[in-house]
């Protein structure tokens, strides 16, 4: 008989599966509601900034997608044109830029690529909204892209933009998704104050909150009596030891379904959750590792490599950088300067990879602190090394 | 406007498919596509706007022109379009 895959429907599992029940987070959920009364009970009357934050895996995207959904179908129900769109600022690059010409395409789907600035694109998707009467809840996730980028600026502008206009209706609310809100340091005092009145703090995960979690997506994803509570339990676990990231257990989870695909068995064991545990990273994601351009590539090597031989806990930027260009020697590469290299460590430090913190006493001076959280150096050498592998073939070759 | 006077140049008949297959488009895209340039461009969408059979929007500097869905003469000259270009497939 042919092998039956132990997935009913793995789409259940995917990382941008909006679950129909939001777990855990329901009086976050019925907050972020309170915090938006008003936009379905007197449109037009004020606008509503409100940030969300927490760490990996801890449902911020979740939560502000679920509140969108729920939000536009009350709307729709009380003929409110109120749209709601999830912009995640990494995936533009952190350009204010091209995140508005998104949101305009979302109206005007040829709208033109180039010719005009970000101020005249902001105006333009004003005029949008009130011309065809929309109410617009704009959700930047991964904010720290866009600060990292652009600073305070586009922040202030959305912000503000309505104080321009007082007489007309205001169409315009913002949430904002944040790992760490101390990101809200870098913006100037003014953007800070009209931002920070609202905050919603996601705790990570408990391991019961976690089981629940992962019984639904089972139920969703896995046939009936492929997943004992024994497999459900171990990947909660795990997951609360990674930070309480729900992201994480159900990236497990798919992962140990995939092994006893695999080995073509009827039930996902622990033994394969574990084995899922070497391929899956917390906060970081492979397709991410891969996705990076060769010079980060070896600039994470050199961090990789230089952590596993002095097994501290930080390293300096200077020895980052003497890493750096001896990785780049062995890959035959010109090794890219010093102001290069600084973006590199700012943007791999928004994106989750490494952190960063500025040494204080005991040193002459200050210098950056590059530290790395979330994954073991060995493991991250290991997943470079097999992203760069078909570069090392091509000098053999 | 007489009806010769609308159809009487390749250019604005042209115009007149890509909007009614697109929907909308900005003046330097319809151009491009229509392989004209922007001042003829210009000329056959007044024309045509002043027919009824287009309309535009300005956003600033950028003027974006859609095919005028409401009119009626527009619609009819969309389905003979659709039909046109569906006849010519199969033959």
Redesign the interface.
């Known amino acids: 008989m042919p092998y039956a895959s132990v997935f009913k429907d793995e789409i259940k599992l995917d990382i941008n599966y909006i679950p129909s029940k939001l777990q855990h987070r329901n009086t976050h959920l019925q907050l972020l509601s309170q915090y938006f009364r008003h936009a379905t009970e007197t449109p037009g009357k004020m606008t509503q900034r409100v940030i969300i934050t927490g760490k990996v895996g801890t449902g911020k995207t979740v939560l502000a997608q679920h509140f969108g959904q729920g939000i536009t179908h009350e709307a729709q129900q009380r003929n409110i044109n109120l749209h709601y769109v999830h912009v995640n600022c990494r995936q533009y690059k952190g350009s204010f830029f091209l995140i508005l010409q998104q949101l305009v395409t979302q109206f005007h789907p040829t709208f033109p690529k180039r010719g005009y600035s970000a101020e005249e694109l902001l105006q333009i998707l004003m005029q949008i909204l009130k011309d065809q009467n929309i109410y617009f809840i704009i959700t930047l996730d991964e904010l720290e892209s866009l600060i990292q980028n652009e600073g305070s600026e586009p922040l202030y502008k959305l912000s503000r933009i309505e104080e321009t206009h007082t007489k007309t209706p205001m169409r315009l609310s913002l949430i904002c998704i944040l790992r760490e809100l101390s990101w809200l340091d870098k913006l100037d005092a003014s953007t800070r104050s009209t931002l920070q009145s609202n905050i919603i703090q996601l705790d990570a995960y408990t391991q019961t909150q976690l089981q629940d979690i992962l019984k639904n997506r089972v139920m969703l994803a896995f046939k009936q009596g492929t997943v004992p509570p024994e497999t459900i339990t171990l990947a909660a676990e795990l997951s609360e030891e990674e930070g309480g990231n729900a992201r994480y257990a159900i990236e497990l989870l798919w992962r140990a379904g995939k092994y006893a695909d695999t080995e073509e068995t009827q039930e996902v064991s622990p033994e394969h959750v574990r084995k899922a545990v070497g391929n899956v990273y917390a906060g970081i994601r492979r397709d991410e590792i891969a996705a990076l351009d060769l010079h980060k590539k070896l600039f994470l090597l050199g961090v990789a490599r230089r952590f596993q031989q002095t097994g501290g806990i930080h390293l300096s930027m200077g020895e980052v950088e003497e890493a750096y260009n001896i990785a780049c020697e062995e890959f035959n590469e010109k090794p890219r300067g010093h102001t290069q290299l600084w973006k590199y460590v700012n943007e791999l430090s928004s994106f989750g990879v490494i952190k960063t913190e500025l040494s204080t006493s005991g040193q002459r001076g200050k210098t950056t602190l590059i530290g790395l959280p979330r994954i073991a150096a060995e493991d991250l050498e290991k997943e470079l090394d097999k992203t760069l592998e078909h570069i090392k073939r091509g000098f053999a070759q | 406007m007489m009806f010769e006077d609308v159809f009487s140049s390749r250019g604005r008949v042209r115009i007149l498919r890509i909007l009614s297959e697109?929907?909308?488009?900005?003046i330097?895209?319809i151009a491009r596509r229509a392989g004209l340039n922007y001042t003829t461009t210009n000329e056959h969408l007044q024309v045509l706007e002043k027919a009824g059979l287009i309309r535009h929007?300005s956003?600033?500097?950028?003027r974006?022109y859609r095919f005028n869905e409401e009119n009626t003469k527009a619609r009819a000259i969309r389905d003979l379009i659709e039909m046109w270009e569906q006849e010519t497939k199969s033959a």
């Not at chain 2, 697109?22 to 900005?26: D, K, M, S, V, W």
């Open positions: 697109i929907g909308e488009l900005n330097s895209e929007k956003f600033g500097r950028i974006i």
